[in-house]
């Protein structure tokens, strides 16, 4: 895990590589949710003979590298999430953050 005072990983291209060297740096207990992804991605693209699956696999590991580089962004996404989970409130406001975090994101990552 990175430090908060470290400055953010650079955005990494939208290559499966590139995305793995990010991860390993920014949130390294998910490489293997990572390699798993990009398993059933490769699969999946083989067996219909579309690079859907792949691009499936780029864009939501591009979001996540997004989101961790930036480690408030990161902490609060995570404290949305469990105000959903909790059930305890009205979750309107979280989930308009949430979708606002992930809009940033796919926009910081290119996509």
Do not use: C, K, Y
């Not at 690079?51 to 930036?70: D, K, Q, T």
């Amino acid at each position: 895990m990175r430090r908060p005072d470290e400055p953010p990983a650079p955005s990494p291209e939208l290559t499966p590589d590139a995305l793995r060297a990010v991860v390993e740096r920014v949130a390294p207990s998910r490489l293997p949710d990572l390699t798993r992804h990009l398993f059933e991605a490769a699969t999946n693209a083989h067996r219909t003979q579309s690079l859907a699956p792949l691009r499936a696999f780029v864009h939501s590991w591009a979001v996540l590298v997004a989101i961790e580089r930036n480690p408030q962004r990161a902490a609060r996404l995570r404290e949305l999430e469990l105000t959903v989970d909790a059930g305890e409130q009205d979750p309107a406001e979280a989930i308009a953050g949430i979708r606002a975090i992930r809009a940033a994101a796919e926009a910081e990552a290119g996509l």
